[in-house]
């Protein structure tokens, strides 16, 4: 029944991403590039809709079958919702003030850690420290940034259907292995949903994910994060180690521009990924290393934390060392020539 929910997760997505092309070709409802654009045709946009429904559908059975909390199922579907509303709201051009994005993503992201009861415990070093106000406080910016960071790295074909996917699967494999729970079924079903809009989304991409899409994803896998750290917190830092990629490029972009006292608002082709891709016929091998970069390098630092051989600090040092050399290397933050 397991794997039953997960290819009805699957196909709903293929279905859904189908129609949802359609429909906007029809509609003409189309991503025109321009110069910041790492696109040279005009794509339709909005797959993300498949991605939220059928990860949606899929938590729902879990619930109905018990192998999901109530508490956790909120936490998720809740938050994501509002998260994919303002996202949905965005790629329609209905809300374009970044400050009113942001006010909806901290809303959603204070909602799941209420509904959560805050951040549990974390390990650190050799002790297992409970922050109170500021570990929640650190655990809403954890989510926005989640969040915003997927919005940023959105910006070739496939790659952040490639992320969510490496990153989820051995996610799932972690908590199957490590856990006595069922929560290895909420990543893999991620992993379903993301897989059915992929295939349309696989260079040359038939359809982008859009803003509704690529915001839920961030967030949904941070609060996932979250979620496990309730009962396998050193997953949780595994599930940091994993996103290395996203998180190394978009942060020292943000921190390059923000230096450079660039408007960090306004659309650009700066991350070390754009420098990378910057041409059509090189989205794929982009995707596929950062791909390569999860299951190789991250994957089994990650296991390294989760199995306690070594402390999650330094498991993060040793994971993100190569990753920020190579970033400052291909000009993250920098603009293109």
């Not at 794929?284 to 070594?310: E, T």
Request: aromatic share 10%.
């Amino acid at each position: 029944m397991k794997f039953l929910i997960l290819a009805a997760t699957i196909t709903m997505s293929f279905g859904l991403t189908h129609l949802v092309r359609k429909s906007a070709i029809k509609r003409n409802k189309f991503d025109i590039p321009n110069e910041r654009s790492s696109h040279k045709n005009p794509t339709p946009r909005g797959g993300g809709v498949a991605v939220v429904a059928a990860f949606v559908f899929g938590l729902l059975a879990l619930l109905i079958r018990g192998e999901i909390a109530k508490e956790s199922f909120y936490a998720i579907v809740l938050p994501g919702a509002l998260v994919a509303i303002v996202g949905f709201l965005d790629d329609l051009g209905r809300v374009t003030a970044t400050r009113l994005r942001l006010i909806g993503h901290f809303v959603a992201a204070v909602i799941a850690i209420y509904i959560l009861g805050g951040l549990s415990p974390m390990p650190l070093f050799t002790e297992t420290l409970n922050l109170g106000l500021v570990g929640n406080i650190i655990a809403v910016l954890f989510l926005v940034w989640m969040l915003n960071l997927f919005n940023f790295m959105d910006g070739i074909d496939s790659i952040t259907g490639v992320e969510a996917l490496t990153s989820c699967l051995v996610l799932a494999i972690f908590l199957f292995n490590f856990s006595e729970t069922e929560l290895w079924q909420v990543p893999a079903l991620l992993c379903g949903a993301v897989v059915g809009f992929l295939y349309f989304n696989w260079p040359p991409a038939k359809i982008f994910l859009g803003d509704i899409g690529s915001g839920f994803i961030g967030f949904t896998i941070g609060v996932i994060s979250l979620v496990i750290a309730k009962t396998q917190p050193l997953i949780t830092w595994a599930t940091i180690i994993l996103l290395g990629v996203f998180i190394v490029d978009a942060t020292v972009t943000l921190i390059r521009r923000l230096i450079s006292k660039q408007q960090i608002s306004k659309a650009h082709r700066s991350h070390a990924f754009q420098h990378l891709a910057n041409s059509a016929d090189r989205h794929l091998k982009v995707s596929l290393s950062i791909a390569a970069v999860n299951i190789f390098w991250l994957a089994p630092i990650a296991w390294l934390v989760v199995d306690q051989r070594i402390m999650p600090i330094v498991g993060v040092a040793i994971s993100y060392a190569p990753l920020l050399v190579l970033a400052i290397y291909f000009k993250a933050g920098k603009t293109s020539s």
